[in-house]
């Protein structure tokens, strides 16, 4: 079983950036970030392989945001940069026992407790 866990979210102005962070209790594969606001289903972010040779984003983040992970360190991270209101929502990472990267959430067996974000305009 592996353990998920989130930090990196606050309160941001629109225009400014924030950098999650995700640490893992053990070794992953592919991993990936979501977020779901209030009454919204979950969405996918980005995602990455477990070299970090491929990786995925959402067309609504594409150019602002970065996903990368450190494998020495079990973290992957989310650079989010020129953040808009609608960014604003509960941030999860996951992750999955296999090294194809998707965008499908029900692909990902590892949740985090989710963190934060909210941008004001």
């Known amino acids: 079983q592996v353990q998920l866990v989130e930090s990196g979210g606050g309160l941001v102005q629109a225009g400014g950036s924030l950098r999650l962070s995700c640490t893992a209790s053990?070794?992953?594969?592919?991993m990936g970030w979501f977020r779901q606001a209030p009454g919204k289903e979950r969405d996918f972010v980005a995602a990455?392989?477990?070299?970090?040779?491929?990786?995925k984003y959402a067309d609504s983040v594409k150019g602002r945001f970065t996903i990368s992970r450190d494998n020495a360190k079990n973290t992957m991270y989310l650079q989010m940069n020129s953040l808009k209101p609608e960014d604003t929502a509960v941030y999860y990472c996951?992750?999955?026992?296999?090294?194809?990267?998707?965008?499908?959430?029900?692909?990902?067996?590892?949740w985090g407790q989710g963190t934060q974000v909210t941008v004001s305009s």
């Open positions: 996951a992750a999955r026992p296999d090294v194809v990267v998707t965008t499908t959430p029900a692909a990902y067996e590892y």
């Open positions: 990455i392989s477990w070299t970090g040779a491929s990786t």
């Open positions: 053990g070794r992953t594969f592919s």
